[in-house]
């Protein structure tokens, strides 16, 4: 069956780094576009980053310049480098793929001092 794992996620303090890994199995990888969005407690969700399979990005306003998002096609790994991180990223982030809408489990990032 599908399954997308999330990890990476845990506890940094503002202006530190987190990168979260996304294991992708079940699924043809390579025609898919991949996601990462994130739910703050009360808040919707909401879309991060996101990678089409030919490697394009888009990142949500509030993120750009800080997070990117890559993929590893042979590995089927997608990966959100998470750098200068504020309290206001503090949320369950979830990987999802674009084309077939699964989701995986999410894992919790809080940034806090």
């Known amino acids: 069956q599908v399954q997308l794992v999330e990890s990476g996620g845990g506890l940094v303090q503002p202006g530190g780094s987190l990168r979260l890994s996304c294991a992708v199995s079940?699924?043809?990888?390579?025609?898919?576009?991949m996601g990462w969005y994130r739910q703050a407690p009360g808040k919707g969700r909401e879309m991060v980053a996101r990678?089409?399979?030919?490697?394009?990005?888009n990142y949500a306003d509030s993120v750009k310049g800080r997070f990117t998002i890559s993929r590893d096609s042979t590995e089927k790994m997608v990966y959100l480098q998470m750098n200068s991180l504020k309290p206001e990223d503090t949320a369950v982030y979830y990987c999802h793929t674009e084309a077939t809408n699964y989701w995986g489990q999410g894992t919790q990032v809080t940034v806090s001092s």
């Open positions: 079940g699924i043809f990888f390579g025609g898919q576009g």
């Open positions: 990678v089409s399979n030919g490697g394009a990005t």
